[in-house]
């Protein structure tokens, strides 16, 4: 919802000293509940949009119906899975989310007596984890939302339950420091995802219960406002790429969004997001990084097979007019309809949001970006390439640079992907579960030289789409960038120097990917060596099915589809290699395989190496002679 004056209250003395508080910098709060992203009244606005859009009336009848089947569901159980809380914390988000604003949309009374039923089960937890705090921020903002916007339907003893629980599960914790507050540093001073979701969850825990204790209040409402500025945004910058990727950006977005929308709704602060330049040019990132139907640069701690809608880019297509940040969503929702799985539209647990957020014919006048590229530094730079956008034909290339040491992060820097059309060619696997590594010991936490994240074959080398020499890690103090990029008619490209991220193996790295007339891509690697010989392993992860046809040659086959890959260069010949489990805490990979070749790089002289990604029927010849590097 765009930013709202104060609704009209009972008691003008009331309103006029909230409106204008007595000195200057105070935060204020609306007296009147619900006060938290949705005013009294504005449940109108929400339904003029139902019966106005059908992608909305869609989306609105989804959450009746998902509440529906919430009102018989069996009480929450406080049950950690390793060390998170997590997926307790987040199931009771949706419930009491979905809930709330089935209530406020319809005033069946049923949905907030299910919320009372659910604030009374959780607030009766003996702690809401806080030693993982995205457990506690994402409860504390569920049982806020509930108190909030049920609050006349919820009897004194319920919502003085929940204040309390507010209180002493989620904000005195938030506020510890030192040994019994060690957990906090965790979100409170760094630029992660943690820092946006966390500082939400305290936030709107602050402005629902603001009464109880307005100066703590006012402390969490202007703590959020200093670290998200501090942390969250800088993250963006300067380009609106997100260091952790498609699927954190999600998360931290969404919820950074949402304290936006709670601050904007309910208090006299604001973060102001909509002035910050990188963070609104993020947006542009994520249409950029998204193929046809669910496709997406899965890269870093990814998983490409819970991508669904993007929810804040409905945010940054109402701030912003642009129709075109949500083609890729759009595009989504035709798809999953085409295929009968319309349900997955419907999964996240802030759902509503689109609601509040979302413009009439949102989906409806969604048209292609009219850029083809983006090219994003920061911290974990990437290059974005398409011949065009839509159809079987559309190339789609992403090339990532960076440092092993961003959140998130896999040892993949100089990785590549590419699709065409809905077809992933060359890929990335995301990640694996968590719990999965760390109940075999493992820390994934740290990111050094010789951590454990490493080891497993996700996160490590061997799975990525890389020239690895010696068989030796990465450097994780190392850092590239996207050197050079254009976009020359018939040529977009992009050139990362990656000499660094070796660490002193070789006198020169660089590698660049090309669109190349608009019809196949050419990976090229250029290298200078350092006085030792060694060995060297080029490599794609693909999903294809792989027939090497010679010693340069290769068809890769799926769906009906064929793509030719072409390598040149002395003394190659191309093979494959299993993306089976080697160990034991390993997920399996089932319907994937290495391809590429190995040699030998001499102590002294440069070497040079070019990979073609051939459409099929696009074979016809002869290719133009490829440029070295220096001439892109």
């Not at 060297?536 to 064929?562: F, K, N, S």
């Amino acid at each position: 919802m765009k930013k709202r004056l104060l609704p009209i209250l009972p008691g003008l003395l009331l309103c006029f000293l909230t409106a204008f508080p007595a000195r200057a910098g105070r935060i204020t709060v609306t007296p009147a509940h619900p006060r938290i992203f949705l005013h009294p009244g504005e449940e109108a606005d929400i339904l003029e949009k139902v019966r106005e859009d059908a992608f909305l009336a869609d989306v609105h009848h989804a959450i009746l119906e998902r509440s529906d089947a919430f009102l018989s569901m069996p009480p929450l159980e406080r049950r950690q899975i390793g060390k998170r809380l997590l997926s307790i914390s987040r199931s009771a988000f949706k419930q009491i989310f979905f809930l709330s604003y089935s209530y406020r949309m319809t005033g069946d009374e049923r949905y907030a007596e299910r919320v009372g039923q659910l604030i009374r089960n959780v607030c009766s937890f003996s702690d809401w984890n806080p030693p993982h705090f995205l457990d506690v921020a994402e409860m504390t903002a569920a049982v806020a939302i509930g108190y909030d916007w049920c609050y006349d339907a919820l009897d004194k003893e319920c919502r003085a339950l929940a204040e309390q629980a507010i209180l002493e599960k989620g904000l005195r914790p938030s506020m510890r420091r030192g040994k019994a507050g060690a957990f906090n540093r965790n979100w409170r001073d760094r630029r992660s995802n943690w820092n946006a979701v966390c500082n939400m969850g305290m936030a709107l825990g602050a402005i629902a219960t603001f009464e109880r204790n307005p100066a703590l209040s006012r402390s969490i409402i202007r703590r959020a406002v200093t670290s998200t500025q501090t942390y969250s945004l800088p993250s963006y910058a300067p380009d609106g790429n997100y260091p952790e990727g498609l699927m954190y950006w999600n998360y931290g977005t969404g919820f950074l969004v949402m304290l936006s929308e709670a601050l904007e709704s309910a208090t006299s602060a604001t973060c102001n997001l909509a002035g910050n330049a990188a963070f609104m040019r993020s947006a542009q990132y994520i249409c950029h990084m998204t193929s046809q139907r669910f496709g997406c640069y899965a890269y870093s701690d990814c998983n490409a097979q819970e991508n669904s809608l993007c929810l804040p880019m409905f945010w940054f297509a109402s701030r912003t007019g642009d129709a075109s940040l949500l083609y890729g969503e759009a595009g989504k929702v035709e798809y999953l309809k085409s295929v009968g799985k319309e349900s997955k539209v419907y999964t996240s647990r802030y759902l509503p949001c689109i609601m509040l957020w979302a413009e009439k014919g949102c989906l409806r006048d969604a048209v292609p970006p009219a850029q083809t590229s983006f090219i994003g530094q920061g911290e974990t730079p990437v290059a974005l390439l398409r011949n065009h956008w839509g159809g079987e034909n559309e190339i789609f290339v992403g090339l990532k640079a960076g440092s092993c040491r961003s959140g998130h992060a896999h040892m993949d820097i100089g990785s590549f992907v590419m699709y065409r059309g809905p077809y992933q060619w060359a890929t990335d696997l995301g990640n694996q579960d968590y719990h999965s590594l760390e109940k075999f010991g493992l820390n994934l936490s740290d990111r050094s030289q010789d951590s454990d994240r490493w080891i497993p074959f996700r996160t490590g080398m061997y799975s990525h789409n890389l020239m690895i020499f010696n068989n030796e890690r990465q450097r994780v103090d190392a850092m590239a960038q996207i050197s050079r990029h254009g976009d020359k008619e018939d040529f977009s490209f992009a050139v990362s120097d990656l000499t660094d991220i070796q660490g002193g193996l070789v006198g020169s790295y660089q590698r660049g990917v090309a669109i190349i007339d608009g019809n196949y891509v050419l990976v090229r690697d250029e290298i200078t060596a350092a006085g030792t010989g060694m060995p060297l392993r080029w490599a794609m992860l693909t999903p294809a099915e792989v027939e090497i046809t010679g010693e340069r040659t290769a068809v890769l086959r799926q769906e009906g589809q064929e793509m030719y890959l072409e390598a040149e260069g002395d003394d190659i010949r191309l093979e494959t290699w299993s993306t089976a489990p080697e160990n034991d805490f390993d997920a399996p990979n089932p319907g994937t395989v290495m391809v590429g070749f190995q040699t030998w790089l001499a102590a002294e002289g440069k070497r040079s190496f070019s990979v073609r990604l051939i459409p099929s029927g696009r074979l016809e010849g002869p290719f133009p002679a490829e440029k070295p590097l220096a001439d892109w």
